[in-house]
């Protein structure tokens, strides 16, 4: 179904994001993997009656071919938002992206935001939510029984940010193959970036062998291909 105006197409787009960020949380938090697949279920769901409209397909040529610098917010629901921020983040670098983390504050979701060209800002869209159903449905399956709830979120930080890294250094190499000016963050992409967020600062996290063990090993085993 195609929409009457692009205000609505943008709307509904904004939802969607938005939606599939609740699922992914839900599916993150979930007590057992059989119900953490029911949610990554809807999420395929909605992907798929997202990716057929065709409004949607028509934005996507139209970034590409203006492919202005632009800025996109994403939120972050989840747990554990410093570790989810830096996966994000390792994934949007080798996609020829800048970014800056937000951290929650009254009553305010913690958030990522990224400045790119649009093709690349729609395409890390698209992989982001790809590589986060993959990552939260290894990361159920991998994770230890028993422990602390502290440990949990220590094994689940670990987990995503070696997946992120893994998936990324894929990324990487497969754009390499279309030459160096695809994975380099541009000037005028740096320019901007470095106005808006400054100089990048280290984020100290507790680290689990095992969870940086089992997320390395599903990184490089995620598919990669929506980029």
């Known amino acids: 179904m195609t929409k009457s105006n692009e ?19 839900k599916a993150e938090g979930a007590s057992t993997e059989e119900e953490a697949d ?18 949607e397909l028509r934005g996507r040529g139209e970034a590409q071919s203006a492919d202005e610098v632009e800025e996109s917010k994403f939120n972050i629901g989840s747990y554990t938002p410093r570790a989810d921020a830096v996966a994000m983040n390792a994934v949007a670098l080798a996609m020829g992206l800048r970014g800056g983390f937000k951290p929650y504050s009254s009553g305010s979701p913690a958030y990522m935001r990224f400045i790119g060209r649009a093709s690349n800002l729609e395409r890390f869209t698209l992989m982001w939510t790809s590589l986060e159903m993959q990552m939260i449905r290894a990361m159920k ?9 502290g440990e949990l979120r220590t094994f689940r930080q670990s987990f995503k940010i070696a997946f992120a ?9 497969i754009r390499d193959d279309y030459g160096s000016a695809l994975v380099l963050v541009d000037s005028e992409v740096e320019a901007r ?12 996290m507790k680290s689990s062998y095992a969870g940086r063990t089992a997320g390395g090993t599903a990184g490089r085993a995620a598919d990669v291909n929506s980029s």
């Not at 197409?9 to 904004?14: A, I, L, T």
């Not at 809807?42 to 009656?49: C, I």
């Not at 399956?141 to 709830?149: L, W």
Request: hydrophobic fraction near 35%; proline fraction near 3%; aromatic fraction near 6%.
């Open 7 to 25: 205000p609505q197409s943008n709307d509904r787009r904004d939802k969607y994001v938005d939606k599939v960020r609740k699922l992914l949380a």
């Open 38 to 55: 029911a949610f990554l279920a809807k999420v395929t769901q909605l992907m798929a009656e997202w990716e057929i409209e065709d409004h």
């Open 141 to 149: 399956k991998a994770e230890p029984k028993g422990v602390s709830r």
């Open 165 to 173: 890294q893994e998936a990324a250094r894929k990324i990487q190499a």
């Open 193 to 204: 970036a470095n106005s808006k967020f400054g100089k990048a600062r280290r984020t100290g």
